[in-house]
């Protein structure tokens, strides 16, 4: 005789690309997430916000509700992928606090509210799963929390926004400006409307805030993070990173450091950096993420794969819900917070690291001295110049790469020539990475 499943019931807020993926793919494939999890799911309502939208995958008209009421009490699992803070915040405490499993793929909430909603789980004996709020279908957060909590990691690196990625790749690849390869971005779906989130690098610090909080043991949000985007990121500067066999990459960087007071601590960054064409991460294209995590026993691993799109990111969310169903219907919990390190965040300043700066100069002797003087007296080594004639008269192009500096002494590099008498113009200042 069959012994019959235990029951769950599911409530799904926002029924957007990811949301209608999840219930049709859960649907679809009904017996082979049963029998993974051990229950039977079923999806009891649908939270949207206007109940005659358009939808490109059909969702029953009878599941769907404005009520977050009828969305949330009383179901066993509560899917949250409506994005941003509130109503979402708000949302999701409704259903820890009555001890319902929560999974989301919402990075912007966990890296603004993540110790508030662990806390309400743990209050409550809930679930909390986001295996889908860094990089889509790439299983780093289950890597990090679960697969790595024997080993002492030391450094996160890697692209995490496939937008900013996509713009980046047509660039290098196709020759397109900044703007024609964002406006393809936003034509083909990789980018939305605004697409400031993105290409300011809000999204990837969101990413890097939660991914050094499981990597270090220690509570870090968005605001620990510095950040730059792409916007200042020029045709120019990708021909100049073919000639030097780099490319340009947006990074998520968090890393153990020891400060100035001798303490270990974390430092995080989120900026473009020029890659050599060897490394690993270079020859992440598209709207791919990959992420490289160094760890004292493991050594270097790296994880790659889609990381946008309804389908990838319905992946990850279905593998948090499979988890979350066996552990509601016998018992168990997901790992909880892990902070016991508690890790202070160091000034970014003291980040080492190398810059590639481009100058435009006047073409006259003795130039060379002065950008090297300058150079030396903020203590930044420079490891080798490459000069050229410019096309305007009475000018010439130097790009000068240093060796690793201080990110303080190397911005007031920056500065001081910006401002001295024998430069025309600072082109760019990109730092480089992954180069030994």
Same mark, same amino acid.
Do not use: W
């Given at each position: 005789?069959?012994?019959?499943?235990?029951?769950?019931? !599911?409530?799904?807020?926002?029924?957007?690309?990811?949301?209608?993926?999840?219930?049709?793919?859960?649907?679809?494939?009904?017996?082979?997430?049963?029998?993974?999890?051990?229950?039977?799911?079923?999806?009891?309502?649908?939270?949207?916000?206007?109940?005659?939208?358009?939808?490109?995958?059909?969702?029953?008209?009878?599941? @769907?509700?404005?009520?977050?009421?009828?969305?949330?009490?009383?179901?066993?699992?509560?899917?949250?992928?409506?994005?941003? /803070?509130?109503?979402?915040?708000?949302?999701?405490?409704?259903?820890?606090?009555?001890?319902?499993?929560?999974?989301?793929?919402?990075?912007?909430?966990?890296?603004?509210?993540?110790?508030?909603?662990?806390?309400?789980?743990?209050?409550?004996?809930?679930? @909390?799963?986001?295996?889908?709020?860094?990089?889509?279908?790439?299983?780093?957060?289950?890597?990090?929390?679960?697969?790595?909590?024997?080993?002492?990691?030391?450094? !996160?690196?890697?692209?995490?926004?496939?937008?900013?990625?996509? /713009?980046?790749?047509? &660039?290098?690849?196709?020759?397109?400006?900044?703007?024609?390869?964002?406006?393809?971005?936003? =034509?083909?779906?990789?980018?939305?409307?605004?697409?400031?989130?993105?290409?300011?690098?809000?999204?990837?610090?969101?990413?890097?805030?939660?991914?050094?909080?499981?990597?270090?043991?220690?509570?870090?949000?968005?605001?620990?993070?510095?950040?730059?985007?792409?916007? +200042?990121?020029?045709?120019?500067? &990708?021909?100049?990173?073919?000639?030097?066999?780099?490319?340009?990459?947006?990074?998520?960087?968090?890393?153990?450091?020891?400060?100035?007071?001798?303490?270990?601590?974390?430092?995080?960054?989120?900026?473009?950096? @020029?890659?050599?064409?060897?490394?690993?991460?270079?020859?992440?294209?598209?709207?791919?993420?990959?992420?490289?995590?160094?760890?004292?026993?493991?050594?270097?691993? &790296?994880?790659?794969?889609?990381?946008?799109?309804?389908?990838?990111?319905?992946?990850?969310?279905?593998?948090?819900?499979?988890?979350?169903?066996?552990?509601?219907?016998?018992?168990?919990?997901?790992?909880?917070?892990?902070?016991?390190?508690?890790?202070?965040?160091?000034?970014?300043?003291?980040?080492?690291?190398?810059?590639?700066?481009?100058?435009?100069?006047?073409?006259?002797?003795?130039?060379?001295?002065?950008?090297?003087?300058?150079?030396?007296?903020?203590?930044? +080594?420079?490891? +080798?110049?490459?000069?050229?004639?410019?096309?305007?008269?009475?000018?010439?192009?130097?790009?000068?790469?240093?060796?690793?500096?201080?990110?303080?002494?190397?911005?007031?590099?920056?500065?001081?020539?910006? !401002?001295?008498?024998?430069?025309?113009? !600072?082109?760019?200042?990109?730092?480089?990475?992954? =180069?030994?």
């Amino acid at each position: 005789m069959t012994q019959s499943l235990p029951q769950l019931s !599911v409530g799904v807020l926002g029924a957007g690309t990811v949301g209608a993926q999840v219930i049709h793919m859960l649907a679809e494939k009904a017996e082979d997430f049963s029998a993974r999890s051990g229950a039977a799911m079923s999806v009891d309502a649908v939270l949207v916000r206007n109940l005659d939208a358009p939808r490109d995958t059909p969702i029953d008209s009878a599941l @769907l509700t404005t009520d977050p009421a009828q969305a949330i009490d009383g179901r066993d699992i509560v899917v949250e992928l409506i994005g941003g /803070i509130e109503p979402a915040r708000t949302y999701v405490l409704r259903a820890l606090n009555q001890g319902i499993s929560v999974v989301t793929g919402n990075k912007a909430l966990l890296a603004a509210h993540g110790p508030e909603l662990y806390a309400a789980a743990d209050a409550s004996g809930a679930d @909390l799963y986001y295996e889908a709020a860094v990089a889509g279908a790439v299983p780093v957060v289950y890597g990090l929390r679960e697969s790595l909590a024997g080993d002492r990691i030391t450094k !996160v690196m890697g692209i995490v926004n496939g937008t900013t990625n996509f /713009i980046l790749d047509s &660039m290098a690849s196709r020759g397109l400006s900044y703007k024609d390869a964002l406006a393809q971005a936003q =034509e083909l779906g990789f980018a939305e409307a605004d697409p400031t989130a993105d290409v300011e690098g809000l999204d990837a610090a969101a990413k890097c805030s939660i991914l050094a909080s499981l990597a270090f043991h220690s509570r870090v949000g968005i605001d620990d993070v510095e950040v730059e985007g792409i916007t +200042s990121i020029a045709a120019d500067d &990708m021909s100049e990173a073919a000639f030097f066999n780099r490319t340009i990459k947006l990074l998520a960087i968090a890393e153990r450091r020891i400060g100035e007071d001798g303490r270990e601590g974390i430092g995080m960054r989120v900026h473009p950096a @020029l890659v050599p064409n060897d490394h690993p991460l270079a020859s992440v294209d598209g709207a791919f993420n990959a992420i490289l995590v160094e760890g004292e026993a493991a050594g270097r691993l &790296m994880f790659y794969g889609q990381g946008a799109g309804g389908a990838p990111t319905a992946s990850a969310v279905l593998s948090d819900l499979v988890a979350a169903a066996h552990h509601r219907a016998y018992g168990g919990h997901a790992p909880r917070e892990s902070v016991y390190a508690h890790l202070p965040i160091l000034d970014p300043g003291i980040a080492r690291t190398r810059y590639q700066i481009r100058l435009q100069v006047e073409d006259r002797l003795g130039v060379l001295s002065d950008v090297a003087g300058i150079f030396a007296r903020h203590g930044v +080594s420079i490891q +080798s110049v490459h000069q050229r004639d410019d096309r305007e008269p009475g000018a010439c192009v130097i790009v000068a790469t240093t060796h690793l500096a201080r990110e303080a002494d190397l911005q007031a590099v920056t500065r001081a020539l910006g !401002v001295s008498e024998a430069v025309r113009e !600072v082109t760019s200042a990109i730092r480089v990475e992954g =180069e030994e």
